[in-house]
């Protein structure tokens, strides 16, 4: 039987690169599924997601079940804790078996203390202003004098972000 051809050309899959370092890292923290940090949102959903982070999954010496650390804000933390079962069924289901025993709760400021300055949720997307048309015109005043279409347009942009960069 001939080998096996593969349509990649050689190529391979950004996953296939990355998963051993993915998992080395996410194992030194006791993640053995590194799913329960790449897919936190999917697991606990948007609202618990926008609070909360995982932190660390230690084992205790009898090995009857791990604790899984979760980082959040002083302000979140009672929401939190009233949801520490839901949260363990949902994480145990990843697991496919119980391995999470107890559910910790860590306070910390919103920015984080040292932990890599974590940010909770994902930040929206910025909204441009609207630019302001006698910046426009300014903007294309000046670059008027180029004889060049393609560069006196490129110049009236570049002076255009720059003047509004400096209303705001």
């Known amino acids: 039987m001939p080998p096996r051809r593969t349509g990649t050309y050689g190529f391979?899959?950004?996953?296939s690169l990355l998963s051993g370092q993915i998992r080395k890292a996410s194992e030194s923290r006791g993640f053995a599924q590194s799913r329960l940090l790449t897919q936190w949102v999917?697991?606990?959903g948007q609202d618990i997601a926008a609070i909360s982070q995982p932190v660390e999954v230690s084992y205790g010496r009898g090995g009857f079940?791990?604790?899984?650390?979760?980082l959040t804000t002083g302000a979140n933390a009672p929401m939190l804790e009233m949801q520490k079962e839901?949260?363990?069924a949902k994480v145990n289901a990843v697991y496919g078996y119980?391995?999470?025993?107890?559910v910790r709760i860590t306070q910390t400021?919103?920015?984080?203390?040292?932990e890599g300055q974590v940010a909770f949720g994902h930040r929206k997307p910025a909204t441009k202003a609207e630019?302001?048309?006698a910046l426009r015109e300014k903007a294309a005043a000046t670059a008027g004098q180029v004889a060049d279409t393609g560069l006196r347009d490129a110049l009236a942009r570049l002076g255009e972000n720059i003047l509004n960069r400096n209303n705001r």
């Open 109 to 114: 400021a919103a920015t984080g203390f040292q």
């Open 42 to 44: 999917e697991i606990v």
């Open 131 to 133: 630019p302001d048309p």
């Open 86 to 88: 839901q949260l363990r």
């Open 98 to 102: 119980n391995a999470i025993a107890r």
């Open 65 to 70: 079940g791990a604790t899984l650390t979760l």
């Open 12 to 15: 391979k899959r950004t996953d």
